[in-house]
Protein backbone atom coordinates (compact mmCIF):
# COMPACT_ATOMS: atom_id res chain seq x y z
CA UNK A 1 0.00 0.00 0.00
CA UNK A 2 1.26 3.42 -1.10
CA UNK A 3 0.53 6.43 0.92
CA UNK A 4 0.20 9.72 -0.82
CA UNK A 5 -0.33 13.09 1.13
CA UNK A 6 -0.82 16.14 -0.83
CA UNK A 7 0.13 19.65 1.17
CA UNK A 8 0.24 23.60 0.14
CA UNK A 9 -3.31 24.50 -0.75
CA UNK A 10 -4.86 27.52 0.50
CA UNK A 11 -6.87 31.03 -0.57
CA UNK A 12 -4.72 33.28 -2.85
CA UNK A 13 -5.62 36.46 -4.85
CA UNK A 14 -6.37 36.33 -8.66
CA UNK A 15 -2.73 36.26 -10.12
CA UNK A 16 -1.25 34.64 -7.17
CA UNK A 17 0.92 31.90 -6.59
CA UNK A 18 1.13 28.25 -4.63
CA UNK A 19 3.28 25.63 -4.82
CA UNK A 20 1.50 21.80 -3.90
CA UNK A 21 3.72 19.00 -2.73
CA UNK A 22 2.56 15.43 -2.72
CA UNK A 23 4.76 13.29 -1.14
CA UNK A 24 4.26 9.52 -1.38
CA UNK A 25 5.76 6.59 0.69
CA UNK A 26 7.62 3.58 -1.13
CA UNK A 27 10.82 2.75 -2.18
CA UNK A 28 9.28 2.55 -6.09
CA UNK A 29 8.78 6.14 -6.36
CA UNK A 30 11.42 7.07 -8.78
CA UNK A 31 9.54 4.33 -11.03
CA UNK A 32 6.65 5.76 -10.51
CA UNK A 33 3.92 8.47 -13.18
CA UNK A 34 2.35 10.94 -11.02
CA UNK A 35 -0.18 13.48 -12.08
CA UNK A 36 -2.28 16.28 -10.62
CA UNK A 37 -6.07 16.47 -10.46
CA UNK A 38 -8.54 19.21 -9.62
CA UNK A 39 -12.16 18.52 -9.26
CA UNK A 40 -14.49 22.06 -8.67
CA UNK A 41 -17.94 22.02 -7.39
CA UNK A 42 -20.56 20.45 -9.48
CA UNK A 43 -17.67 19.25 -11.94
CA UNK A 44 -15.85 16.14 -12.88
CA UNK A 45 -12.32 15.34 -11.88
CA UNK A 46 -9.92 16.38 -14.39
CA UNK A 47 -6.33 15.89 -14.94
CA UNK A 48 -4.38 18.97 -14.60
CA UNK A 49 -0.43 18.16 -14.99
CA UNK A 50 1.22 14.71 -14.96
CA UNK A 51 4.96 13.62 -15.18
CA UNK A 52 6.38 10.09 -15.92
CA UNK A 53 9.43 8.40 -14.68
CA UNK A 54 11.52 9.73 -16.75
CA UNK A 55 10.18 13.25 -15.86
CA UNK A 56 8.74 13.90 -19.52
CA UNK A 57 5.56 16.00 -18.71
CA UNK A 58 2.05 17.04 -19.69
CA UNK A 59 -0.49 19.35 -18.98
CA UNK A 60 -4.36 20.64 -19.62
CA UNK A 61 -4.65 23.02 -22.38
CA UNK A 62 -6.37 25.44 -19.42
CA UNK A 63 -2.86 25.33 -17.44
CA UNK A 64 -0.05 25.55 -20.14
CA UNK A 65 2.05 28.09 -19.43
CA UNK A 66 0.92 28.51 -15.73
CA UNK A 67 1.78 25.45 -13.96
CA UNK A 68 4.79 23.35 -13.62
CA UNK A 69 5.09 19.86 -12.24
CA UNK A 70 8.27 18.57 -11.15
CA UNK A 71 9.60 16.10 -9.07
CA UNK A 72 12.12 15.28 -6.61
CA UNK A 73 12.98 11.23 -6.54
CA UNK A 74 15.11 11.93 -3.67
CA UNK A 75 12.63 13.47 -1.25
CA UNK A 76 9.50 10.88 -2.81
CA UNK A 77 8.01 13.85 -3.35
CA UNK A 78 6.34 16.00 -6.23
CA UNK A 79 5.46 19.48 -7.14
CA UNK A 80 2.37 21.40 -8.81
CA UNK A 81 3.67 25.23 -9.14
CA UNK A 82 1.00 27.59 -9.76
CA UNK A 83 1.18 30.71 -11.49
CA UNK A 84 -0.99 33.62 -12.59
CA UNK A 85 -3.97 31.33 -10.74
CA UNK A 86 -7.56 32.61 -12.05
CA UNK A 87 -10.68 31.95 -10.19
CA UNK A 88 -11.42 29.64 -12.59
CA UNK A 89 -8.43 27.26 -10.95
CA UNK A 90 -10.40 27.42 -7.73
CA UNK A 91 -10.75 23.49 -6.74
CA UNK A 92 -9.91 20.41 -4.59
CA UNK A 93 -6.21 19.20 -6.16
CA UNK A 94 -5.81 15.45 -5.65
CA UNK A 95 -2.38 14.12 -6.36
CA UNK A 96 -2.36 10.36 -8.18
CA UNK A 97 0.67 7.45 -8.07
CA UNK A 98 0.41 4.77 -10.30
CA UNK A 99 2.76 1.77 -11.02
CA UNK A 100 2.03 -1.23 -12.10
CA UNK A 101 -1.53 -0.89 -13.20
CA UNK A 102 -2.40 0.31 -9.51
CA UNK A 103 -3.67 3.73 -8.58
CA UNK A 104 -3.13 5.32 -5.30
CA UNK A 105 -5.19 8.79 -4.80
CA UNK A 106 -4.10 11.37 -1.75
CA UNK A 107 -7.12 12.82 0.22
CA UNK A 108 -7.11 16.26 -2.04
CA UNK A 109 -6.03 19.43 -0.89
CA UNK A 110 -8.01 23.00 -1.29
CA UNK A 111 -7.06 25.82 -4.13
CA UNK A 112 -9.57 28.56 -3.72
CA UNK A 113 -8.96 32.06 -5.52
CA UNK A 114 -10.49 35.00 -5.08
CA UNK A 115 -10.09 38.39 -3.88
Known amino acids: QVQVVESGGGLVQPGGSLRLSCAASGSMFRFSAMSWHRQAPGKQRELVAA???????NYADSVKGRFTISRDNAKNTVYLQMNSLKPGDTAVYYC?????????WGQGTQVSVSS
Open 51 to 57: ITSSSST
Open 96 to 104: RYSRLSLDY
